[in-house]
C-alpha cells in the first residue's frame, strides 16, 4: 500500500507558475509509474501527465504540453508537477495517482491516489 499526499497548490495570476509535489510513503516508489489528474466540479478526473518508473518517460495531455513538466526523485520518494504560463482554465483540483494498471492517461487504471490540491489561477 502507498499512500500520497499533494502540497503546492494555491492562487496565482495568469502567466505565473506553481510547482507542485507530491509525497509517497513507502519503500517501493521507484516501481510505481506515476500520474498527475485534475478536476472542476461537474467534471470527470482529466489527465494531466505521467511519468515513468525511472522518469525517463514523460507523457502529456496537448492542453499542458509544453507549458507542465513531471519529474521525480526516487530518492526522495516524491513526483513534482512544475506548472508554467498559467491559465485561468488550468484552475481545478491537483491530484497525484500511482501505478496503473495498463493505461497511463486513465484514472481508473489506477490504484492509488493523494487528497488532492486546489490551484486556482486568477485572471
Not at 11 to 27: F, P, Y
Not at 77 to 87: A, C, E, I, P, R
Request: aromatic share 12%.
Amino acid at each position: 500500500q502507498v499512500q500520497l499526499v499533494e502540497s503546492g497548490g494555491g492562487l496565482v495570476q495568469a502567466g505565473g507558475s506553481l510547482r507542485l509535489s507530491c509525497a509517497a510513503s513507502g519503500r517501493t516508489f521507484s516501481s510505481y509509474v506515476m500520474g498527475w489528474f485534475r478536476q472542476t466540479p461537474g467534471k470527470e478526473r482529466e489527465f494531466v501527465g505521467a511519468i515513468s518508473r525511472s522518469g525517463g518517460s514523460t507523457y502529456y495531455a496537448d492542453s499542458v504540453k509544453g507549458r507542465f513538466t513531471i519529474s521525480r526523485d526516487n530518492a526522495k520518494n516524491t513526483v513534482y508537477l512544475q506548472m508554467n504560463s498559467l491559465k485561468p482554465e488550468d484552475t481545478a483540483v491537483y491530484y497525484c495517482a500511482a501505478d496503473p494498471a495498463s493505461r497511463w492517461n486513465i484514472p481508473n487504471e489506477y490504484n492509488h491516489w493523494g487528497q488532492g490540491t486546489q490551484v486556482t489561477v486568477s485572471s
